[in-house]
């Protein structure tokens, strides 16, 4: 990602590379240690990850801020 996303002890970039993309996570503090992930994906696997993260960052989402209850009329 690009630009100024205010302080994070993590970044994230994407690249084409041939007949898809490579995906780098730098994590500046696991365990002691910066660690860096670097995942080359075909199209079909990009999509299938991407469709994961944006679940997974949903149902963080929904669990991090839960819905009111809603009042029965």
Do not use: C, H, N, Y
């Amino acid at each position: 990602m690009s630009g100024d996303q205010g302080e994070r002890d993590w970044t994230l970039s994407v690249a084409p590379v041939g007949d898809g993309v490579q995906v780098e996570l730098g994590l500046a503090d696991l365990g002691g240690r910066p660690v860096t992930a670097i995942l080359t994906l075909d199209r079909r696997d990009a999509r299938l990850f991407a469709r994961a993260l944006l679940a997974a960052a949903g149902d963080a989402a929904e669990r991090t801020f839960p819905r009111p209850p809603v009042e029965k009329r």
